[in-house]
């Protein structure tokens, strides 16, 4: 089974191009990033991630903010906002995505109290700025060069006063035979297949990604497959105004529902 179906997945396909980072059908780029939150809610393990890194750090009284870097189709940032609101948690969230038509899905979304969205890279909100609690990422790390990669990092620290949480998937036969034959039977209208098993082609190992970061970033791993990029600014550790930050890292396995 593994000679039919793997392709090699020692080295980083970083040469691989998704279907929706180019030009595409519409209509199925629409569906695509719709069934982004069944995806992601199976998949991400942001549940959690939100749990233990983040919602001990919320108050009831004091605002929070929260940046999500290549928001896409807005899932991660909805459901952030959702949860803290549900705990009667105080959290304002920007999603930003360079794509037009990320964009124009997230704006034609439902309207949702504490979210908005911005069409704009993070590169424009240092030069304005901006600074946030926290600054997050789901499944962008693996579209990154080295040197994107480095300049987003860059961008991370100057835009976070606290902590950067940046997702991914972590590339490994497990991984590609489990989301090929997961999603054998569904997602026939969109891309969220084809797209998926390049992404994990593109994805790093967890050594790759400790190689890739500069000093004072740190990988954790969980499950299924997934990694964690994470920086905290000095100081951040700090109890302020009654709501102290959860410096533990995600142990292994750290599964959970989405929902």
Request: charged fraction near 25%.
């Amino acid at each position: 089974m593994s000679a039919l179906f793997l392709p090699d997945l020692r080295v980083r396909a970083d040469d691989a191009v998704e279907i929706m980072d180019g030009p595409c059908d519409p209509d199925m780029l629409t569906r695509t990033y719709a069934d982004f939150r069944v995806v992601n809610a199976v998949v991400s393990g942001w549940g959690t991630v939100y749990r233990r890194e983040i919602r001990p750090a919320l108050s009831t009284t004091r605002l929070t903010t929260l940046l999500d870097i290549g928001s896409g189709g807005g899932d991660l940032s909805r459901s952030l906002a959702r949860w803290a609101a549900r705990d009667g948690l105080r959290l304002s969230v920007l999603g930003i995505d360079p794509d037009a038509r990320a964009h124009a899905f997230c704006l034609g979304l439902p309207a949702r109290p504490g979210i908005s969205f911005r069409r704009a890279f993070s590169s424009e909100l240092v030069a304005e700025g901006q600074s946030f609690d926290f600054v997050v990422s789901n499944h962008m790390l693996h579209h990154l060069g080295p040197a994107e990669l480095g300049a987003l990092l860059v961008d991370s620290e100057r835009l976070c006063r606290g902590r950067v949480l940046h997702a991914d998937i972590e590339r490994s036969r497990h991984a590609y035979l489990g989301f090929s034959l997961g999603t054998w039977p569904f997602f026939r209208r969109s891309y969220i297949r084809p797209d998926g098993l390049t992404s994990i082609r593109r994805s790093f190992t967890a050594r790759e990604l400790r190689v890739a970061a500069p000093p004072g970033w740190r990988v954790t791993r969980g499950l299924p497959s997934r990694l964690v990029l994470e920086w905290s600014a000095p100081g951040a550790h700090e109890d302020r105004s009654g709501a102290a930050s959860d410096s533990r890292s995600l142990p292994e396995g750290h599964g959970g529902s989405d929902a």
